[in-house]
């Protein structure tokens, strides 16, 4: 608890592209988002956006996860189980791991193997309440399945408009 009252001391940004919002609220360490309108309070420094259309974000934010090269990270595996709604249990069903294997997944404490990482995009992907997604990724399949080896971890950056959101892609 502060020992101020916040409100009094907001100051009021709106984040570009040299300075974007990070959203720490998608539980993902890599989101920025660009466009939005967000206050910073000038005493403890806490910070909070206004998030327009939040889930077309979230689903923008689970496509950027689900196409990036590279294999996924543990939040990464944990922001897309989360937005299918799935008990880790269920989940790690689902790809024919144990509960217990897909927990280490999923902090990090264990290694993603290729064969997994896709196995969880494509579970995403079929189960997603996104339908739209499965055909944008079938057409780039073998593409995006080449690209999963790489190692080197990207930032995701979404512009705010007018009506929703889009990916910056750098």
């Known amino acids: 608890m502060t020992d101020h009252d916040c409100q009094k001391h907001l100051r009021e940004y709106t984040a570009t592209h ?59 595996i944990r ?7 799935k008990r880790a249990v269920d989940f790690a069903g689902l790809i024919n791991n144990t509960p217990e294997h897909f927990s280490k997944l999923e902090t990090g404490s264990l290694p993603l193997q290729a064969a997994t990482d896709k196995l969880i995009r494509l579970t995403y992907s079929m189960f997603s309440d996104d339908k739209d997604l499965l055909p944008r990724i079938s057409a780039k399949v073998e ?22 959101w889009t990916r910056v892609v750098a």
């Open 79 to 85: 922001f897309l189980r989360k937005r299918l709604g």
């Open 18 to 76: 040299n300075k974007p919002y990070h959203f720490v609220d998608s539980g993902l360490p890599n989101v920025y988002l660009i466009g939005v309108k967000y206050r910073v309070c000038r005493k403890c420094g806490a910070q909070a956006a206004d998030i327009p259309a939040p889930t077309k974000l979230m689903n923008l934010i689970a496509e950027c996860i689900v196409m990036r090269p590279g294999i996924l990270c543990g939040p990464e």
């Open 143 to 164: 593409e995006w399945f080449k690209a999963i080896h790489a190692k080197k971890v990207y930032s995701i950056q979404i512009r705010s408009e007018r009506c929703g």
